[in-house]
Antibody, heavy 120, light 106 residues
Framework: EVQLLDSGGGLVQPGGSLRLSCIAS????????MIWVRQAPGKGLECVSS????????YYADSVKGRFTISRDNSKNTLYLQMNSLRAEDTAVYYC?????????????WGQGTTVTVSS | IVLTQSPATLSLSPGERATLSCRAS??????LAWYQQKPGQAPRLLIY???NRATGIPARFSGSGSGTDFTLTISSLQPEDFAVYYC?????????FGGGTKVEIK
């Protein structure tokens, strides 16, 4: 079964750090670009960061540039999001998703989401 | 690229036809996808490249449009179709989503 399992969320104080992980199974992880998408409480979807299949190409939303770092370990089938200098506005459910070229890089498989709460 | 979805809420009865709109602030060609999200769940890919159904998506879902104006049509609403729908463009980074259309039971 094709699956993404994301984890690492929690409660953190403003200015703190968290590292999210997303473990892939059921497909050849190193063949696919991946993305982190977040959803603030009661709000819409925002693409936070994306990474190419080999890890050499990375992209960030302006709202997180310089604070978040996306990476992947293809030997462990795992995607990461290192989040530093967290702000209250980073509070959201964070989803990892697979981008499939056969669906024009649509996000065809999603994790269940991990909740990040930034509050003092 | 800003995507504007309308209406914000659509109140319909099961069996009725739903027509959802997504307008882009500049041309995205056919690089547009649609997603469905139910409460407490991750989004699900419905349509890619404006008009292609993703694997396992029922034929009652169809997409059309190109350039700046796009439509998602649900031909006959089923009880499981009441949800929030988002469009998303992949022409430029940052990839962006529209604000969503909630399809609710009338």
């Amino acid at each position: 079964e094709v699956q993404l399992l994301d984890s690492g969320g929690g409660l953190v104080q403003p200015g703190g750090s968290l590292r999210l992980s997303c473990i892939a199974s059921g497909f050849t992880f190193n063949n696919y670009a991946m993305i982190w998408v977040r959803q603030a409480p009661g709000k819409g979807l925002e693409c936070v960061s994306s990474i190419s299949s080999g890890g050499t190409g990375t992209y960030y939303a302006d709202s997180v540039k310089g604070r978040f770092t996306i990476s992947r370990d293809n030997s462990k089938n795992t995607l990461y999001l290192q989040m530093n200098s967290l702000r209250a506005e980073d509070t959201a459910v964070y989803y990892c998703a697979k981008r499939d070229p056969t669906t024009a890089y649509g996000m065809d498989v999603w994790g269940q989401g991990t909740t990040v709460t930034v509050s003092s | 690229i800003v995507l504007t979805q309308s209406p914000a809420t659509l109140s319909l009865s099961p069996g009725e036809r739903a027509t959802l709109s997504c307008r882009a602030s500049q041309s995205v060609g056919s690089n547009l996808a649609w997603y469905q999200q139910k409460p407490g769940q991750a989004p699900r890919l419905l349509i890619y490249d404006a008009s292609n159904r993703a694997t396992g998506i029922p034929a009652r879902f169809s997409g059309s449009g190109s350039g700046t104006d796009f439509t998602l049509t649900i031909s006959s609403l089923q009880p499981e179709d009441f949800a929030v729908y988002y469009c998303q463009q992949r022409t430029n980074w940052p990839l962006t989503f529209g604000g969503g259309t909630k399809v609710e039971i009338k």
